[in-house]
């Protein structure tokens, strides 16, 4: 059975700094995108942040305008882990953050494209 576990979620100030990690089990995603996407109460989950497979070792990494600069998206694939460091936080991140994993192939920015979701973890974010 497939399992993807956030966690590292919590409340900062604005500025602050959060690392989420989602540990996956029952399968290896060495060669899936891996990607976190973000719900704010009343809105779509909305695309953060993707790392994807280009072949061998070799992954890339894109990112929603709205983050980048700011979160870094990153995977260690021993661990069958991947980790969205949050810098600069800002009261508009604030969302229940879903980390995700698609077989997909190419840029995978859309929900619908991914095959495996987490329960998600809650980002508050004060001002």
């Known amino acids: 059975q497939v399992q993807l576990v956030e966690s590292g979620g919590g409340s900062v100030q604005a500025g602050g700094s959060l690392r989420l990690s989602c540990a996956a089990s029952?399968?290896?995603?060495?060669?899936?995108?891996r990607g976190w996407f973000r719900q704010a109460p009343g809105k779509e989950r909305e695309f953060v942040a993707t790392?994807?497979?280009?072949?061998?070792?070799?992954?890339?990494?894109d990112y929603a305008d709205s983050v980048k600069g700011r979160f870094t998206i990153s995977r260690d694939n021993a661990k069958n882990t991947v980790y969205l460091q949050m810098n600069s936080l800002k009261p508009e991140d604030t969302a229940v953050y879903y980390c995700?994993?698609?077989?997909?192939?190419?840029?995978?920015?859309?929900?619908?494209?991914?095959?495996?979701w987490g329960q998600g973890t809650q980002v508050t974010v004060s001002s």
């Open positions: 790392t994807m497979w280009s072949g061998g070792s070799v992954y890339y990494a």
């Open positions: 029952g399968r290896t995603f060495s060669n899936y995108a």
């Open positions: 995700a994993a698609s077989s997909a192939a190419g840029v995978v920015r859309t929900k619908e494209e991914y095959n495996y």
